[in-house]
């Protein structure tokens, strides 16, 4: 059997494995000694909605609390966030990003997109708007945390408006989102157009 035949190679969750396992090692090798991408999202959802509590932060991260302890710890040890009584139950901590924390993820943010550029270059930008969609929609169906973000497929009955962007798609989130148009997304559109007709 050929390697362009084996199933594996049309696997997409194969593909996706290999994919981060890319992305881990291009981020070790570019940022060594760095945090890895769980404690840097432990640390930005404290930054945008704390104080939270250790379970606030699990759930909201869909983690598991038993690994985000050592997560905490390591990172009120490197000064990123304190954890304190939280006000609204003394029984409890609640956890808050520090000014060297906020400093701290606004860095790894910008090495974060640094490192995007790196692992995506082969990629268009068109073709990195449209793989981002395509992610945004899976997680989307699977996680509703994703759902304002991904966009959503109008079904092929319903007539588009005069101000939907082309290809016959709408948006669940507010803000206003740039539609990739491809080859094969406008052939797709003139046979659902041909299909109502």
Not at 1 to 8: E, G, I, N, S
Not at 41 to 52: E, F, N
């Amino acid at each position: 059997m050929k390697d362009q035949d084996d199933p594996m190679y049309d696997s997409p969750t194969y593909l996706m494995y290999e994919t981060v396992r890319v992305v881990r090692r291009a981020g070790a090798r570019m940022f060594p000694g760095q945090p890895r991408m769980p404690h840097l999202l432990v640390l930005w959802c404290v930054a945008r909605s704390g104080p939270l509590s250790q379970r606030d932060v699990a759930e909201r991260l869909r983690m598991d609390a038993g690994d985000l302890v050592g997560i905490v710890d390591a990172l009120e040890e490197a000064g990123h966030v304190r954890r304190r009584r939280d006000p609204a139950d003394r029984r409890r901590y609640a956890l808050e990003a520090t000014d060297g924390g906020q400093g701290f993820l606004e860095e790894s943010l910008q090495a974060r997109r640094r490192l995007n550029e790196v692992l995506f270059e082969p990629l268009s930008p068109d073709e990195r708007r449209l793989f981002r969609e395509m992610l945004l929609r899976v997680l989307a169906h699977h996680d509703d945390r994703f759902a304002d973000l991904a966009p959503d497929e109008t079904p092929a009955d319903d007539a588009p408006s005069d101000d939907a962007p082309a290809g016959g798609a709408s948006y669940r989130g507010t803000a206003p989102r740039e539609r990739v148009v491809t080859p094969q997304v406008e052939a797709e559109a003139r046979l659902r157009q041909q299909a109502r007709h």
